[in-house]
């Protein structure tokens, strides 16, 4: 009797076999959970979970897509003229429902790698270059299947269309650039994530991300910057933790040239002994820079151990100086001025 009555309602045929699809990608689902379990009863971890969460979509989608073509045969809808373009869109679903989810999950992985090595710099720009390379393969590949699938052939195009594709490559070439660029930080290395730079505009932050694209910086501000790879790579910027994490910190000051040197040096050194964030190796020092107009310039460098603590550093240092100064009485000048009025007195005549 069921039989007879699919072939008295062919629409609801069809619908049944992509019912029968729909339940057949949920059970190919469920049993990829239960091998990911290991056959047991125990949920996966986090981690996993996270990476098979949405797994179901393709699975469902594909499976679909294989029944399509007989549903649409059992439902008599191939007599109309946009059966095609529809069992297309069917089976593209599946191809860019993989596609997102492999590029998901090759991201995920990639980033626990990189977790796991956050000190092997040379790692971390290693899973980063292949975590892109492998994005931007799959991505591609997703758009030759759909090309294949709607059975669009690029090739006259590509053979006969010379001019077209200089113009798409001028109009390219400073996306093109970007992408070189990227594989040249990544080869050449000149700053990590982590690190911090100063950029040629006056920028300072640390690099966040190193994308196919661009590098974003977050300043102290908290505000991200994203710089295009090719302005990174042909630009002067400054990296303040290439080879050492630790930091100089100057500070200049003036003091009167009545003062002894040797005790101003000793006062300088000792107002640093509070500061929290002055590593004492590298030591301190004090050097002479210059007879000043009304002082003896003098530069108190320090070290610290973090870039992003300078301006706290800084600020202890110039707060400490100046309550050592007041303490031992040395005098720090400020611009004077002396006028000498001289009065012509007229001698009688």
Known sequence: MLIQWLHINPIAHGGLILLFGTFLGYALYLTLIKIARGGTSVSLSTNESRALRHIWLPLILTTIAIFANDAIDRAGLKEYFWWDEFLALLQSLPVIAWTWQLVTICRFYFSRLTD????????????????????????????????????????????????????????????????????TIFLDRPYHIGDFVVLTSGERGEVVNIGIRSTRIRTRDDVHISVPNSVMVSSKIMNETSLLPQYRVKCRVGVAYSSDLLEVEKVLLDSLKGNQFVLQEPAPRVRCRDFGDWAVELELLAWIKDPRNRGSARDLIIRGIHQAFREGKIDIPFPQKEITVKKDILAPL
């Open 116 to 183: 796991q090595h956050t000190e092997e710099t040379n790692v971390v720009h290693s899973m980063a270059l292949v975590s892109n390379l492998i994005t931007m393969l799959l991505i591609v590949g997703g758009g030759y299947v759909l090309l294949r699938v709607w059975s669009l052939d690029l090739s006259p195009l590509l053979t006969s269309a010379g001019l077209v594709t200089a113009v798409g490559a001028l109009a390219a070439r400073d996306s093109l650039s970007d992408f070189f660029g990227g594989i």
